[in-house]
């Protein structure tokens, strides 16, 4: 290339006189030098990631993406998510002049997310307070992140998670990282939890005057009471009789309520069998005669 003064002389062919000449300046700008570079050390990441990338030796960049433009003006940084494995990210630098360079392009090695699945053991999820539910997890992972309303449960490589303890409303989700270290979280599974009724002894097992049953009350939050043995009765609201059940047999009283949750009370069966009577203790003989005052006569027992 030239840069400076050309000067350009003409003489004419055969004739006197002297030759004609004109100069002009020639002015050559320099092309920029382009930097790019990523805010990723060795441009490999995970799909979604963010990625800046910033661009030098310019006054205007054209960011382009496999070559098709993606973003041109002043700024000099340009911010995407949506690179996929593979792609060559370079930036067209522009300076004051209006003299144009192309960067050395940097290629973008992208790793795939999982797809997280999760499943319950409970067809619908709607369960009784204290029920043992599974959840599985899917998606090829090597951890699986067990989170109850976004707080982590279990982490580990295992991708089971089994809990008694969720509540109504409870979220389960998880997250799975694959050997990438590339992270997705799953859609979430809602609980509905339905309470458990109570059940308590407002009267005690008492035997029937003939000794050969007994009876009880109780009272229940709310729901129907059943028995392994005797007569059940709902007597009053929530209280209940359980009669007519056999000396010596222990009974299991159960209440259900209108969400089929279900709470059992144990009864132990109490002693109904006949006291040991001990015999009477005489007070001692007594003699008298005919014509006296009959004395009284006496005996010591045990109770009854």
């Known amino acids: 290339s030239f840069s400076g003064v050309a000067t350009i002389s003409v003489t004419a062919n055969g004739c006197n006189g002297p030759s004609a000449s004109a100069s002009t300046t020639v002015t050559v700008n320099p092309l ?43 700024s000099n940084t340009y911010i995407t998510n949506t690179l996929t494995n593979g792609q060559v990210v370079s930036v067209v630098v522009t300076n004051e002049y209006g003299c144009s360079a192309t960067s050395t392009g940097i290629t973008n090695t992208v790793y795939s997310l999982p797809v997280p699945t999760i499943s319950s053991t409970d067809a619908d999820n709607i369960f009784c307070i204290g029920t043992s539910v599974t959840f599985i997890a899917g998606g090829g992972g090597v951890n699986y992140d067990f989170r109850v309303g976004g707080i982590t449960m279990q982490s580990g490589p295992s991708n089971t998670y089994i809990t008694t303890s969720l509540i109504n409303g409870q979220t389960v989700s998880v997250v799975v990282t694959n050997s990438n270290g590339c992270s997705a979280t799953s859609s979430g599974i809602t609980n509905y939890v339905n309470p458990l009724p109570s059940i308590f002894i407002t009267s005690g097992p008492t035997c029937a005057p003939d000794l050969l049953t007994y009876s009880l009350t109780v009272g229940v939050s709310s729901g129907t009471v059943t028995s392994t043995s005797g007569t059940v009765t709902n007597t009053s609201g929530d209280i209940w ?15 259900t309520n209108e969400y089929g949750c279900e709470k059992n009370l144990v009864v132990t069966a109490p002693d109904c069998s006949c006291p040991v009577i001990s015999p009477p203790v005489s007070g001692g003989d007594k003699t008298y005669c005919t014509t006296q005052t009959v004395p009284a006569i006496t005996a010591s027992v045990s109770a009854g």
């Open 32 to 74: 920029p030098v382009p930097t790019l570079a990523s805010s990723d050390p060795d441009n490999r990441f995970c799909a979604g990631t963010s990625v800046t990338f910033t661009a030098g030796g310019g006054t205007s960049y054209d960011f382009r993406v496999g070559g098709i433009s993606r973003q041109t003006g002043s």
């Open 241 to 255: 009789t359980i009669t007519g059940v056999n000396s010596g047999t222990n009974i299991t009283i159960k209440v």
